[in-house]
């Protein structure tokens, strides 16, 4: 993983454990990918979070999750997070996964 990608994953999954931890359910990273993006005038990266909630909580967690992130104000020291998608997944009683796109340009 580039170092950039270290630092843009973390702060989004210390937002997400933020907003999922008054529920009582799990997070649980299962994958974390990152790849080089570029316009004209600008550099960054697409990331991609694999996650899942566990426990009696996740389906709350997640409906906050959804109505939430999108304006969710993340800060990144030397990015901008231009995007924010969470895409939902695989469900099973108690287990939710979803993965969020996120693109984060430098500053």
Not at 11 to 17: C, E, H, T, Y
Not at 75 to 93: C, F, K, N, R, T
């Amino acid at each position: 993983m580039r170092p950039h990608a270290d630092r843009v994953q973390a702060a989004i999954l210390r937002a997400v454990a933020a907003l999922v931890a008054p529920h009582g359910a799990q997070l649980v990273i299962e994958e974390l990918r990152c790849r080089d993006w570029a316009s004209l005038t600008m550099v960054g990266g697409r990331h991609e979070l694999d996650l899942r909630l566990d426990g009696p909580g996740a389906d709350a967690a997640l409906a906050r999750l959804q109505a939430e992130l999108p304006d969710l104000d993340i800060a990144i020291p030397g990015h901008i997070l231009a995007e924010l998608v969470l895409a939902p997944g695989e469900v099973q009683p108690d287990s939710l996964s979803f993965t969020l796109n996120a693109l984060a340009i430098q500053d």
